[in-house]
């Protein structure tokens, strides 16, 4: 706690640091609360496609110059974007750090939007998009949620769609970023052997004191499926891809907590129960495996695994086999405790790298509006009970909450 400090410009920026002293690396992140979840239908994939548009020059660097003086210097420069938020961010060593937040102050204030990359950056992001379509891992969480969250805009895929991106213009970039990416949603994360009076002089240098308040209505989620749906998409594959799941507890939630235990002990690890049955004792699926993907409001909870034509309905057997248990019988104090050692150590073990603090922190700030310390976050982890786990089990594996979507080869059918 003690390395951590938090300043707030007057023009609303905020920056957050984490000095450690012995580190001769940093990571730096500009984030802005802007995801897909905050767009329309007509606009869906503009939030991704400004992220593509912000290394392809400014007026005083070309494409290959906003790369090439990050690299030049052993430094990584990145970008991704989620449903709630977008970040910009580098790595490199402390000595170096003044260039990283130069290149990358430039890019997200100083971008041209010329028409001619933009049509050239449509046909990437248009590629990008068919890549997901033929790849099945990753295109069934983009249904699942397209499903879960339908009539809301946390159903919308981040990359948008081929009609959108290839309509987008200059001014359909600008007028969103006028819109959207105002300095109080805006703020600047830096891990490292970087000191905070530091990163705070250069943000005075760099951001002018623009006082513009963004005009996003972000809508929470309040629409839960009351009832259970089973969806499916043919593709000309030969596994079968599966997830059941639902919608659960967000980070504003304190029982998110029990929704990510829950999960460990369900198909997280190969310990887990879900792997044992269905990998280890029988031997029908290499993939399998829990998740809880989070956002504000709302969480997706789920399984996931493949297997081969012929085992899908093992599969589905063998999956119920495990919830019925965690309904009926539920866990044991000890399964629990391995439970929560198992979480604590994946969350310690991530903060031994810098770009992994630089992240928890600032969605700490964007999530909990504070700085949650990894003490605070270790003592909510211990302090889950076992009627906590049951409660939950109890109301999030029920077959009538359950929801199934398959992608799986055309010629077979799914009772």
């Keep these: 706690m003690d390395h951590f400090k938090k300043t707030i410009l007057p023009n609303g920026i905020k920056i957050l640091t984490e000095t450690l002293p012995e580190s ?24 991704h496609f400004i992220e593509h548009m912000f290394f392809k020059g400014t007026e005083k660097r070309s494409a290959k110059k906003i790369v090439t003086e990050i690299e030049s210097c052993g430094g990584y420069l990145n970008a991704f974007t989620s449903k709630e938020q977008t970040c910009y961010y580098a790595r490199g060593l402390v000595e170096h750090f003044s260039t990283s937040f130069d290149v990358i102050s430039d890019m997200i204030q100083n971008t041209v939007f010329k028409q001619s990359e933009i049509n050239k950056e449509a046909g990437v992001i248009v590629d990008e998009l068919k890549d997901v379509e033929d790849n099945p891992e990753e295109l069934i969480f983009d249904k699942f949620e397209e499903i879960l969250f339908s009539g809301s805009s946390l159903s919308y895929p981040i990359l948008g769609n081929e009609k959108n991106i290839r309509k987008f213009n200059h001014n359909d970039f ?13 703020l600047i994360a830096s891990s490292g052997g970087i000191k905070h009076d530091e990163v705070v002089k250069m943000a005075e240098k760099y951001f002018d004191k623009d006082f513009r308040k963004s005009r996003i209505k972000r809508k929470l989620f309040t629409n839960h499926k009351t009832k259970s749906e089973t969806a499916i998409v043919d593709k000309e594959i030969q596994q079968v891809y599966a997830i059941i799941g639902t919608s659960t507890y967000g980070y504003q939630s304190k029982k998110r907590i029990h929704v990510s235990l829950l999960s460990q002990i369900l198909g997280e690890g190969s310990s887990s129960r879900l792997f044992q049955s269905l990998r280890e004792r029988n031997g029908i699926a290499y993939q399998v495996h829990s998740f809880l993907n989070s956002f504000l409001d709302t969480s997706v909870f789920g399984i996931y695994f493949s297997t081969n034509e012929k085992m899908i309905g093992k599969a589905l057997r063998l999956v119920e086999v495990e919830l019925k248990k965690l309904r009926s019988n539920k866990i044991s104090e000890k399964e629990l405790n391995k439970a929560k050692e198992s979480l604590k150590g994946n969350i310690i073990l991530s903060m031994e790298n810098t770009s992994n603090r630089m992240i928890r922190m600032a969605q700490s700030e964007l999530y909990y509006a504070k700085y949650k310390t990894l003490e605070d976050t270790i003592t909510e982890i211990n302090s889950v009970t076992l009627k906590n786990i049951s409660d939950l089990t109890d109301e999030l594996l029920s077959p009538k909450s359950l929801n199934k979507l398959f992608v799986k080869p055309k010629k077979l059918l799914i009772n």
């Design 174 to 186: 600008v007028n969103y970023i006028n819109q959207k990416y105002a300095y109080d949603k805006m």
């Design 24 to 47: 001769k690396s940093f990571s730096l992140g500009f984030w802005f609360g802007v995801g897909s979840r905050d767009e329309d239908l007509h606009n869906n994939g503009i939030t």
